[in-house]
């Protein structure tokens, strides 16, 4: 009855996803974009709770290192579920879709100079960052300059590559740290890549064609496991088209 129920879930939630992406496809990539964030933290969060039955077992708290690997598990399990929504989702849409505003729609713009934002004002990755342009972002107080998004991530990756090039080529070898279609790290060109860039000092091909929430999600994960905070990472940006949509 169980497995039948969850069957019926399944094809209820596959319905609304081809609607969704029929009638209102932006709003599909949303979803998808902010479940991949949540599958990220998840992620984060059970690595957190490990570090914390480790630290019970020096401390022969046992009780509590029993609670802490109930909820590790429970965490688990939320985030498989939540995993295999995302499979869904991407079963319906193309993972790769950019949905950023490109340099021929910027020269669309009538009046360009109406979208300028202070690019000295700073922006975290607990943004969203659809339909912007940056222009910089900080990094362990360094600011790089940019212009549009995928030079972010590659000049992050740069970044990072010559503190541990070891590691930066290690993600090709991940699943976590690539899409469930796309390899978004890839020691040789990989044919799902759609627009891969070679980053000369950690040898490896990065996938760009990522929406700008993407690449937000994407970097939230690179950052974790150089355990890098957050809130320390900053973005500038040149413009903001929202008010387009």
């Known amino acids: 009855m169980y497995i039948a129920f969850m069957g019926e879930c399944k094809a209820m939630e596959k319905e609304l996803f081809e609607f969704l992406n029929k009638e209102v496809p932006n709003s ?4 998808r974009e902010v479940l991949d964030l949540l599958v990220t933290t998840m992620d984060g969060t059970i690595d957190e709770i490990g570090k914390g039955v480790s630290e019970c077992y020096n401390n ?5 290192s029993i609670k802490f690997v109930s909820y590790s598990k429970e965490v688990d399990e939320l985030n498989k579920k ?3 929504i995302l499979l869904q989702i991407d079963n319906i849409l193309d ?3 950019e949905d950023d505003i ?3 729609t910027e020269k669309q713009i009538p009046n360009y100079s109406d979208f300028l934002v202070d690019s000295k004002q700073e922006h975290t990755l607990y943004e969203d960052f659809t339909h912007t342009r940056p222009c910089a972002f900080k990094i362990e107080n360094q600011r790089i300059e940019v212009r549009e998004w995928k030079g972010i991530l590659t000049k992050t990756i740069e970044f990072l590559g010559e503190k541990d090039r070891a590691k930066i080529r290690g993600f090709a070898d991940e699943p976590k740290m690539n899409g469930k279609k796309v390899a978004y790290f890839s020691k040789e060109r990989a044919f799902s890549m759609r627009s891969p860039v070679y980053i000369e000092n950690v040898g490896l091909y990065i996938e760009t064609n990522l929406s700008a929430n993407a690449i937000r999600n994407l970097l939230i994960k690179i950052l974790g496991r150089f355990e890098i905070k957050i809130s320390e990472y900053k973005i500038y940006l040149k413009a903001d088209y929202s008010d387009m949509h």
């Open 95 to 97: 993972e790769n879709e």
């Open 60 to 64: 022969k708290d046992f009780e509590k």
């Open 82 to 84: 939540v995993q295999d």
């Open 28 to 31: 599909l990539r949303d979803i």
């Open 102 to 104: 490109s340099q021929n």
